[in-house]
């Protein structure tokens, strides 16, 4: 299955994404390092769009095609559902470890199951049932983890902020699922990261202009930053080419992709030295376990 195969891919280039994203937000503007991301991934694409308008790349993967104005709209609502996610994810990682944000954002496929049961009149079955209650567990179990820390699920307010992260997640994947029924993957890679970088530099504009905190966020260059946008692009590409492949499965790429937080733990525990770190791996087994009952269940 080759659309199993990127999913994989995109995971383990998304656990290097956490890390970049944990290193280059430590005393940093959160907006600041979000604009350069959204920037960078803009100028890695417009590329694509430019030599396949001159008529250089007339088809493959890379071929950009034309699209009318109710297309751009339908991708103008995905920049504004990811880019909330974003600044959720981004606010949120900044203030905790990432030994505690990628746990928590490994719980998206439950969200997204949820949606397909909700929205497409999915039905799950016992092995989705068993998944979806140890994805619960284990985040209940974090949540002991957090507190060693200081850190206290129900009244942090950075982890309402992860929780909402991972909320727009899966509403952008089930999103995913509805618009590459009819478009290619890099079109709508290549244009909602278009108009992500227009909308952050319109928020960072006025940010600066009526903020006085936020003009005071010295926004420091890391070369972290760019590996951001150059990982996250890769990892998006796998993503969109997995979903337009025949009879991909939202739901398991959805799962597939959470693994990145295996890479992203490793990075922690490995680089970062953060706490606690033999408790979190238990919860870190049951979310695993979780995740691939609902592979089992949604074969």
Not at 155 to 184: C, T
Not at 249 to 267: H, N, Q, T
Not at 269 to 284: F, G, Q, T
Request: include cysteine; proline fraction near 3%.
């Amino acid at each position: 299955m080759m659309w199993a195969l990127l999913a994989f891919a995109s995971a383990a280039l998304l656990g290097c994404y956490d890390f970049f994203k944990k290193v280059s937000l430590r005393d940093n503007s959160v907006v600041g390092v979000l604009f350069l991301n959204t920037l960078f991934s803009a100028i890695l694409f417009s590329p694509f769009i430019l030599l396949s308008h001159a008529g250089v790349i007339t088809s493959g993967a890379l071929y950009v095609p034309s699209a009318g104005i109710g297309t751009h709209l339908l991708l103008l609502l995905k920049a504004v559902i990811v880019l909330s996610s974003w600044l959720c994810g981004y606010i949120g990682i900044k203030h905790l470890p990432i030994t505690i944000v990628s746990p928590i954002q490994s719980t998206r496929p439950v969200l997204v199951l949820l949606g397909a049961l909700l929205l497409f009149g999915e039905q799950l079955n016992g092995y989705q049932w068993v998944g979806v209650l140890l994805a619960i567990l284990s985040v209940f179990l974090l949540s002991k983890s957090g507190k060693r820390e200081g850190i206290h699920f129900v009244h942090n307010r950075w982890v309402v902020f992860v929780a909402l992260a991972a909320l727009f997640g899966a509403v952008s994947a089930l999103y995913d699922k509805f618009l590459m029924r009819s478009l290619q993957p890099v079109l709508v890679q290549a244009w909602f990261n278009i108009y992500q970088c227009v909308l952050m530099a319109l928020l960072l504009a006025v940010l600066n202009t009526f903020s006085p905190a936020q003009r005071a966020k010295k926004l420091h260059w890391r070369w972290s930053i760019p590996m951001i946008s150059l990982f996250l692009g890769v990892a998006d590409f796998c993503y969109f080419s997995a979903l337009a492949q025949e009879g991909a499965l939202i739901a398991v790429v959805s799962m597939i992709r959470r693994g990145s937080v295996v890479v992203a733990f490793l990075f922690g525990a490995l680089l970062l030295h953060e706490k606690n770190l033999k408790s979190k791996a238990i919860d870190l087994a049951l979310i695993l376990i979780g995740l691939f009952f609902l592979y089992l269940g949604s074969k």
